[in-house]
């Protein structure tokens, strides 16, 4: 869901369908060019018209397709400029117009698709953690309201699972840091792996992390909790890592006004269950008043 999420819109790959109406368009945009060019005759400068479609095809469907209406462009205005030839004082000049003209075209257009993919990187980094490759805490807050404006408007309540590794220090101390990553990114792998589509993992730091499930009442929430918990703790057993999981649950079905409420009681309630064991779940019904559900120890 995270890379669906962090897609943005005008950041989305064009279907064949469309990049194909897109050239058509933008195309038949710069042959209506040089045909004004044509009628108006040599005295106007309307060549900057061409820079509309040029930008906009190179920033919605690439490089490639900014070159393409380029070139287009250069030619539409070079067949306007030869009808008229009899306006130059030389045969050649609107060739070497072109020549300048296409290399300016050109330069605009790789300029405007390698901004587009530069800013994609940096979004990409700004909401994306480094290690697992699964969203960081900002993104996760920034998807969160986005769940809970819904939420609010259809009435369906918000579970927020928050889980802390027990014990993850002591992998690091004794077998290195590089053990201590390789575990991080397979409890990203594992928890993408056992959740829904449309639900988000992140990883808040260090070795907390939590999920966002949205549409979800308490007993599915409790469920995906000890899913989770018990997929981590075979992944553990499997690679050999003594680490336990201690998780919090909350679920809203009155919506608070701030994110940042549903992350502070889903932490503390983390810390509850870290206070009692290892592998210990403690969950939370958020209504009118607060109702808690008996921890549960795998």
Known sequence: MFSRFNKIAWAAEPTPAFTLLILIITFMATMF???IRYITGPEYALSLLFLFPIVFISWVVGCKA???????????WLIADISMIGHFSHWFVPYV????????????SFLIARLKQIILVQTEL???????KIANRLAFIKFAEHELNKARRYGYPVSIIYFDLDNFKT????????EGDKLLKCVAKTVQENIRVID???????DEFGLLLPGTESSAAYAVGVKVMRKLNQMMKQNKWEVGISTG??????????IEEMIRKADGLMYTAKKKGTNIIVHQIVKEKV???PFYHL
């Open 33 to 35: 060019i040089g045909y």
């Open 66 to 76: 900014g070159v393409f209406i380029s070139l287009s462009s250069a030619l539409s």
């Open 97 to 108: 117009n072109e020549l300048f003209r296409v290399i300016v075209f050109l330069f605009i």
């Open 126 to 132: 700004a909401t994306t953690d480094p290690l697992t």
């Open 171 to 178: 992998i690091n101390d004794r077998h290195g840091h590089s």
């Open 200 to 206: 988000i993992v992140a990883r808040f730091g260090g």
């Open 249 to 258: 649950i909350v679920t809203y079905e009155k919506i608070p006004s701030h």
């Open 291 to 293: 109702t808690k559900i």
